[in-house]
């Protein structure tokens, strides 16, 4: 089993930045592609961003591109998200998970189990 656990958020205000963490441990699909997810209250889980086996694949929602940046570590344990220019609608429940390719996760189809998520608020 793959254990995921996510760190880094926090009350930010609009315009503020972010870096959110998370560690992968666990041999199952271990190095295998890995992407952010969110989800807003009264609102259904999406995703924000995924990154493959290259660093140069990456996919982004439209709604966070050129403000947010998707990074991992050369292991491929540890998952980034850099988050710029943040806005109150991006307020939300940031999650990571694990997949076969960082196309499947921008269609939500995720391998591992969900974590606690770590809150983002962004609010003056």
């Known amino acids: 089993q793959v254990q995921l656990a996510e760190s880094g958020g926090g009350l930010v205000q609009p315009g503020g930045s972010l870096r959110l963490s998370c560690i992968r441990s666990g041999r199952t699909f271990s190095g295998y592609p890995m992407g952010w997810f969110r989800q807003a209250p009264g609102k259904e889980r999406e995703f924000v961003a995924s990154i493959g086996w290259s660093d140069n694949d990456t996919k982004y929602a439209d709604s966070v591109k050129g403000r947010f940046t998707i990074s991992q570590d050369n292991l491929g344990n540890s998952l980034y998200l850099q988050m710029n220019s943040l806005e109150p609608e991006n307020t939300a429940v940031y999650y990571c998970?694990?997949?076969?390719?960082?196309?499947?996760?921008?269609?939500?189809?995720?391998?591992?189990?969900w974590g606690q998520g770590t809150q983002v608020t962004v609010s003056s």
């Open positions: 998970n694990v997949g076969i390719s960082t196309g499947d996760l921008a269609m939500m189809r995720t391998r591992g189990s």
